[in-house]
């Protein structure tokens, strides 16, 4: 079975940094691309960023780029968030998620909430 | 930007009566259209992929059409636990954009 396991959301001032992880089991994960959506309160989904297998191909959402970094580490099954210089807006719940063709499984999300 | 508009906003159907949920894209997106379901303090779940091919164990009321800028998502008969946020997915630009949803409720 299929599993993605987020972890590393909280509370964190504006201009902190935090990182997340994504755990994952049941597939092969070092054969595929995986992806960070979030979602604000009572919003909807924002793509934020995607990783290929080997971490060749990088991208990331202009709301992000320059503050967050997407890594993974295939040895251990995880995929990571590094996220630096937050803002209010960044305030969401952190989805990882599998890419193949689409979005096929998602994790159930971790908060982050920025707030002074 | 690929923008997706998503009508209606808010649906509301009743039971065992068909739906049909319309996503308009700004610019071609070729088949690369998918969509999911959301229930309130859950995470998505794909229901659609490639614009009209079912996910694995989705039930086969739920079928999609179009390509290029135009796309639906039928489902056919509704039954209780089908009233949820629904939201498309384009994959073939960058940057991967969603439509805002549609919310499907009781009538």
């Known amino acids: 079975e299929v599993q993605l396991v987020e972890s590393g959301g909280g509370l964190v001032q504006p201009g902190e940094s935090l990182r997340l992880s994504c755990s994952a089991s049941g597939f092969t994960f070092s054969t595929y691309s995986m992806n960070w959506v979030r979602q604000a309160p009572g919003k909807g989904l924002e793509w934020v960023s995607y990783?290929?297998?080997?971490?060749?191909?990088?991208n990331y959402a202009d709301s992000v780029k320059g503050r967050f970094t997407i890594s993974r580490d295939n040895a251990k099954n995880s995929l990571y968030l590094q996220m630096s210089n937050l803002r209010d807006e960044d305030t969401a719940v952190y989805y990882c998620a599998r890419y193949w063709d689409s979005f096929d499984y998602w994790g159930q999300g971790t908060l982050v909430t920025v707030s002074s | 930007e690929t923008v997706l508009t998503q009508s209606p906003a808010t649906l509301s159907v009743s039971p065992g009566e068909r739906a049909a949920l319309s996503c308009r894209a700004s610019q071609s997106v070729s088949s690369k259209l998918a969509w999911y379901q959301q229930k309130p303090g859950q995470a998505p779940r794909l229901l659609i992929y490639?614009?009209?091919t079912r996910a694995t164990g989705i039930p086969a009321r739920f079928s999609g059409s179009g390509s290029g800028t135009e796309f639906t998502l039928t489902i056919s008969s509704l039954q209780s636990e089908d009233f949820a946020v629904y939201y498309c997915?384009?994959?073939?630009?960058?940057?991967?954009?969603f439509g805002p949803g549609t919310k499907v409720d009781i009538k």
């Open positions: 490639g614009a009209s």
């Open positions: 997915h384009q994959y073939n630009n960058w940057p991967l954009t």
């Open positions: 990783i290929t297998s080997s971490s060749g191909t990088i």
